[in-house]
């Protein structure tokens, strides 16, 4: 494939273009520069920072420039991803503004070479103005090295500004970069800092592959993929890419891993985000955040991407619709199966291992799961001992039951009038406010008496304390997660093989079956393999 040429841009798409990147940091730099490598095709990505010098080099084994490109690349309004106005709206590279390596040679020396597949390797070095300052024949390998030296050398302030927080700027290059190999898990990539190794990443199949090198507290078993192929109102394809954490092995103390990334890069689209946190609020323990990453393949005509110079912001058309399927993708990725054990474990690791076995798998579009539990037993009245075609599972059945109860409330949350008022005693403004907020009918009975006259239809036990414990705050979604653990069977209770049957099933084919409301996990797996290698049937097969 033949590298593209490199045109300056008409005044009229310059003027439709939003205000230019201003090269404010090092971690701009290497944004721009690491886009161009990836645009380029690059399957490997080096870069190298010396801080010290204030010099950066960003090498790659892309298409590489032709000579006659390379001495157009630098000047203003130069580029090779659009030629015309009706490109500003069919977006499809990380860059395109033609302003990147201008800017840089406006505050820095900026060398480039580049060679062809089939060509010969040229470098060139840049004045402050773009224009071609020296050029000469080099030996290289298929691809572009960009080299910037002596940032702002020309502006002192801004240099000692740098210097002085160094550390911020090097995490900000982490993070662009970690973000950019998300949306490339393909690409490998090295870093050196100051003539050592910092860190490196390996290419992988998929994004969770390169999310457990990140995160080296979290292993492939903790994450989830899937994928749903979408087609638009005005019948254009595009594509929802998930990776989420299970939500009772892998959360967060803070929101720092709720990324969306459109068309290979990630931004800042609260509307999506949004849907992420309401999704995944009663799937997690209190004050925890899920980790989700989401890649949309969005059709480039229905992105305006001159919201912001650095494109972490963007204008996107029909953000209800890509709401609607990001909300129904992540439903049907939290179904449930069963995995394998691999490794032997003695006795003591087995509880533990069981924890990591249980994973989410989409089996098929209608999201149901194909694992069939039966029945067997019931531990101290609070465990239901189910079998499944490759283990056991000990299901607990308050949780469990929570569970179906809240989203058979969410789905069809119903109040019912009462023949007989229940009366409350010495409720404070704030509690009948809050009964008034979740729609139940309340009004003054006498002095310090409140007469309730509507209670949600499942509510049938304990209900002066059950009405009590609703009037102490929260939204309704509060309130339905209270309902759903007063109404919930409670631990202790004896149930026949029928009763825990028709809980296993009803559980099965809940939207979020792994945990409970409140985050807490709703079952205990131990396989069939994991069994087998403990009691060692898998060594007396071996010998027979």
């Not at 045109?7 to 310059?14: C, D, G, R, Y």
């Not at 006659?68 to 990380?94: F, G, M, N, P, Y």
């Not at 020396?109 to 060139?124: A, C, H, N, P, Q």
């Not at 059945?397 to 009366?423: C, F, G, M, S, T």
């Amino acid at each position: 494939m033949s590298a593209a040429k490199i045109l300056t841009l008409p005044s009229e798409v310059i003027s439709l273009i939003a205000a230019g990147e201003v090269i404010d940091s090092t971690s701009a730099i290497i944004r721009e520069l690491v886009e161009n490598s990836l645009d380029a095709d690059a399957t490997r990505i080096s870069i190298y920072l010396d801080c010290l010098n204030w010099q950066f080099r960003v090498v790659d084994n892309g298409r590489g420039m032709s000579a006659e490109d390379l001495l157009e690349c630098a000047r203003a309004h130069s580029t090779s991803k659009i030629h015309q106005a009706q490109d500003i709206w069919q977006i499809k590279t990380l860059g395109f503004r033609g302003e990147a390596l201008q800017s840089l040679a406006q505050i820095a020396e900026l060398e480039i070479s580049s060679r062809l597949r089939d060509g010969t390797g040229l470098k060139v070095k840049y004045d402050h103005q773009g224009e071609l300052a020296a050029q000469e024949v080099v030996a290289m390998a298929p691809g572009t090295q960009i080299t910037v030296k002596n940032i702002f050398a020309r502006y002192p302030l801004r240099q000692k500004a740098l210097l002085s927080n160094i550390k911020q700027q090097l995490k900000a290059i982490n993070d662009i970069t970690c973000n950019l190999a998300l949306t490339h898990p393909h690409v490998t990539w090295q870093f050196w800092q100051d003539q050592k190794i910092w860190f490196n990443l390996s290419c992988a199949n998929h994004s969770s592959g390169i999310i457990t090198q990140i995160i080296k507290s979290i292993k492939p078993g903790d994450l989830q993929q899937f994928s749903q192929n979408i087609v638009t109102p005005d019948n254009l394809t595009g594509n929802i890419d998930l990776t989420i954490g299970l939500p009772d092995r892998c959360h967060r103390s803070k929101a720092d891993w709720i990324k969306v990334a459109i068309n290979g890069r990630i931004v800042d689209i609260p509307a999506l985000q949004e849907v992420i946190m309401d999704f995944f609020s009663r799937t997690l323990p209190k004050d925890r955040f899920p980790l989700c990453f989401v890649h949309c393949q969005i059709p480039f005509g229905e992105i305006d991407w001159n919201r912001h110079p650095a494109k972490g912001q963007i204008y996107l058309n029909g953000i209800e619709f890509w709401q609607n399927c990001l909300n129904d993708s992540l439903k049907k990725a939290l179904c449930l199966t069963q995995k394998d054990l691999i490794d032997p474990v003695p006795v003591r690791q087995m509880i533990k291992l069981a924890e990591n076995s249980g994973n989410y798998q989409l089996d098929s579009p209608s999201s149901q799961t194909t694992i069939k539990l039966k029945a067997v037993a019931q531990v101290h009245n609070t465990y239901i001992v189910a079998e499944h075609a490759d283990g056991i599972w000990l299901v607990e059945q308050h949780v469990a039951h929570e569970r179906v109860l809240y989203e058979q409330i969410k789905e069809n949350w119903q109040l019912q009038e009462l023949d007989q008022p229940i009366i409350l005693k010495d409720l404070t403004l704030g509690q009948v406010k809050q009964l008034q907020n979740i729609g139940l009918m309340i009004e003054q009975f006498g002095q310090a008496l409140w007469a309730v006259r509507t209670i949600p239809q499942i509510l049938k036990q304990d209900l002066h304390k059950s009405l009590l414990e609703l009037s102490l705050g929260g939204d309704l979604d509060a309130a339905q997660v209270a309902v759903a653990c007063r109404s919930a069977i409670r631990n202790g209770t004896a149930l026949s093989l029928e009763q825990m049957q028709t809980l296993l099933q009803q559980w099965m084919l809940t939207q979020n079956p792994r945990t409970c409301p409140h985050g807490r996990p709703t079952y205990l797996p131990l396989e069939g393999s994991s069994l087998s290698r403990f009691f060692q049937r898998n060594w007396l097969i071996k010998k027979k």
